[in-house]
């Protein structure tokens, strides 16, 4: 008899979250009871799942005993409120939000570190990396066991759904005023998105790095077990609505052999390798997509040491929800 869980999506009422949702219903996950969960805001409204209306209610009033699992996809804010509690009525706790320190809830992608699991001990707290640092560390870890990543630097390319809902809106509004020739009046984002390039996706620190760039960086270390990594990250904010893409450059201890690197990407089963006469986007080719689209694999132009890619992902799907999915997947086949 196939066992089934009880489990409660935070943040339901979000674009991660109803991607949750949908995921759920997709892999046919062991489901008994779901139970969707939102702000008071959003507490009240239903949600389709396996063809029922499900009512969505107030994390307020929530009972984390009814549960054995708990998603948090609501913003670092409500996985710090309510984390413990959640875990306190014995429930595993997978965040999407990056709420918790990586000690507390460490950072894992089934394809990368599964072997995390097995150091942990109930209840499990977990944590689903950014979306960049997903796609990234997903491409990263397929390359040759011999080549010795000593740098990385990247470029990653934000859609606006990043931001959540209130992104996807502001770039569609700023694109209905413009075309339709009226004044604009940026709200969410602090000059024009649409038409143009952000070269900053939050404010800096005192250094000019911001909180996710240093996220990224720290992400990579954990996630490939290299804690003296070298990592650049700039994250700019640009004018797609879903669908983030990475320009990376890697320097490494010793020549690139490219046809091994071109053999392990396209072995890897969480990748799709294109050659070097096509390249990926994020609008046609990752988005609604659960691989990591790679392209443009080339050596440096002046030192041969040097491996240069291009990377594409759903920032939502399989940035956000999909890698939970997978992790709550592992965790009930082998821990719970």
């Excluded at 983030?244 to 396209?266: F, G, M, T, W």
Aim: proline content about 5%; overall charge negative.
């Amino acid at each position: 008899m196939i066992r089934t869980f009880d489990i409660a999506v935070i943040g339901a009422t979000g674009s991660v979250g109803e991607a949750l949702v949908q995921l759920l219903e997709e892999r046919e996950f062991p489901v008994a009871n779901l139970h969707l969960v939102a702000s008071g805001e959003s507490a009240g409204r239903s949600l389709s799942f396996k063809g029922k209306n499900l009512r969505v209610r107030d994390v307020e009033t929530f009972d984390f005993t009814s549960v054995r699992l708990v998603f948090l996809a609501a913003g670092s804010k409500v996985t710090q409120k309510y984390a413990a509690q959640a875990a306190a009525a014995g429930c595993a706790v997978i965040d999407l939000a990056s709420g918790l320190p990586a000690a507390q809830a460490p950072r894992v992608i089934p394809e990368v570190n599964p072997e995390v699991l097995g150091r942990l001990q109930a209840p499990y707290l977990l944590t689903s990396p950014s979306a960049p640092g997903i796609a990234l560390a997903a491409v990263l870890a397929a390359l040759p066991a011999q080549l010795t990543i000593q740098r990385v630097t990247v470029t990653a390319c934000l859609a606006v759904s990043s931001r959540g809902r209130e992104g996807v809106s502001e770039l569609a509004r700023q694109t209905a005023e413009l075309l339709n020739g009226r004044a604009l009046e940026p709200q969410l984002f602090d000059r024009q998105m649409a038409f143009n390039l952000l070269a900053q996706v939050e404010p800096t620190d005192s250094a000019g790095h911001a909180a996710l760039e240093r996220q990224i960086a720290s992400e990579l270390k954990e996630l490939l077990a290299l804690p003296d990594l070298q990592v650049a990250v700039t994250c700019i904010q640009v004018p797609v609505f879903f669908g983030d893409s990475l320009s990376v450059s890697l320097q490494a201890a010793s020549a690139i052999e490219l046809e091994q690197v071109y053999a392990s990407l396209d072995a890897a089963p969480a990748l799709e390798w294109v050659e070097l006469d096509d390249y990926p986007t994020a609008v046609g080719d990752a988005v609604g997509q659960d691989v990591v689209y790679v392209g443009r694999v080339r050596a440096g132009l002046d030192d041969p040491a040097e491996l240069n890619l291009w990377i594409a992902s759903d920032n939502v799907r399989k940035g956000a929800a999909l890698n939970a999915v997978q992790l709550a997947e592992l965790l009930i086949k082998h821990y719970l």
